[in-house]
Nanobody
Framework: QVQLVESGGGSVQTGGSLRLSCAAS????????MAWFRQAPGKEREQVGT??????HYAESVKGRFTVSLDSAKNTLLLQMNSLNVEDTAMYFC?????????????????????WGQGTQVTVSE
């Protein structure tokens, strides 16, 4: 049974840092596309950071501030968030999906993320 459980959310002031964790069970995180998404009230869901083995990709809005990584020993997806600002306030979700061979390289496609956690709230205040 696949399960994803996020933790680490909370409230922080502008400029602060948080580290989110997503504990996975039922599969091995290093063998899947893993990603963090976020959604703020009234806004569309945004794919924040994606990792497939050692390859990472970030949304422009978080590049240079957020780092996504895997802790294979704990079968956990991590998101280190630094220099947080009020625009980062949202519910953060982790997701897992299959990778896709495009004929050249394996990639992660947004539509292929089929397993989701329940989310953890991040609130950044000035």
């Amino acid at each position: 049974q696949v399960q994803l459980v996020e933790s680490g959310g909370g409230s922080v002031q502008t400029g602060g840092s948080l580290r989110l964790s997503c504990a996975a069970s039922g599969f091995i995180v290093s063998g899947r596309c893993m990603a963090w998404f976020r959604q703020a009230p009234g806004k569309e869901r945004e794919q924040v950071g994606t990792i497939l083995k050692t390859s990472t990709h970030y949304a422009e809005s978080v590049k240079g501030r957020f780092t996504v990584s895997l802790d294979s020993a704990k079968n956990t997806l991590l998101l280190q968030m630094n220099s947080l600002n009020v625009e980062d306030t949202a519910m953060y979700f982790c997701a897992a999906g299959s990778h896709y061979w495009n004929g050249i390289v394996y990639i992660c496609r947004t539509a292929d993320f089929t397993y989701w956690g329940q989310g953890t709230q991040v609130t950044v205040s000035e």
